[in-house]
């Protein structure tokens, strides 16, 4: 069997991992966006496919396809959903709001305003390529924007620019929250526990949350939150 693995996450260099292991011809294709990314185990591909008809060119040449990317790389998940071959989503839960306080949106739009609108000292973990969407709304705003790699736009003189990767701890994470006298927590919903401690420590210290929606899959993916429901489902699969 050749499965490509569309990955950037940790679940995909879980499943990459654990397909090295069973002895699969498993290919792991990242995006290239991340400067130093963590590479999974076996053969791996960085950069773009160049659309939709290029994926599904590529992917034939596979028995299978695992889409494995972040929850929010929709442009590359509506371009896997196009593939001839078997496809899978491999996507982890979402968060739940343990407080009930958390101010759901759905777009960083919504979200800029409305952390303008809740505090005027911000703590944004969007991503960098998020960051323009907030540079207007927060120009005049005290923001700490924490980011693994340097963002390609300018941003405000009032900004404090963080570049840091996870994993995080709670502890560490009320230090930051506090040290910046945050009043607002800006997020997206990426699920997961790599980036969970934020959540909680916003929650202990009564820091207002808001949390951008994950966007929409595309219909008819069959869908599993974890490795283990990637392997059975694989192993489900007729032979080519």
């Known amino acids: 069997m050749r499965v490509l693995l569309l990955g950037g996450t940790g679940e995909a260099r879980a499943l990459a991992a654990a397909l090295v292991e069973a002895g699969v011809d498993v290919e792991s294709s990242l995006a290239g966006r991340v400067v130093r990314p963590r590479l999974p185990v076996g053969r791996v591909r960085i950069g773009g496919f160049g659309g939709a008809e290029a994926l599904r060119a590529y992917a034939a040449a596979h028995d299978a396809v695992v889409d494995a990317t972040h929850p929010f790389a929709a442009t590359i998940s509506t371009h896997a959903a196009a593939v001839d071959v078997p496809l899978l989503r491999l996507q982890r839960p979402g968060w739940s709001d343990p407080t009930g306080r958390w101010h759901w949106v759905d777009g960083h739009d919504e979200a800029a305003a409305t952390a303008a609108r809740l505090g005027r000292r911000p703590v944004l973990t969007v991503g960098r ?28 003189a009032t900004w404090t620019l963080l570049r840091s990767r996870g994993p995080y701890q709670e502890a560490g994470e009320r230090d930051l929250l506090r040290g910046h006298r945050a009043d607002v927590l800006v997020t997206k919903d990426s699920g997961g526990a790599l980036t969970w401690p934020k959540m909680q420590a916003a929650a202990d210290l009564g820091v207002a949350t808001v949390v951008v929606r994950r966007p929409a899959p595309p219909p008819g993916v069959p869908t599993v939150s974890d490795v283990d429901g990637a392997l059975a489902w694989l192993r489900r699969l007729p032979s080519r």
Do not use: I, M, S, Y
Not at 140 to 155: G, I, K, N, Q
């Open 129 to 156: 390529q998020q960051l323009g969407a907030f540079a207007g709304p927060l120009a005049e705003h005290t923001v700490l924007a924490r980011v693994v790699d340097e963002p390609d736009v300018p941003l405000p």
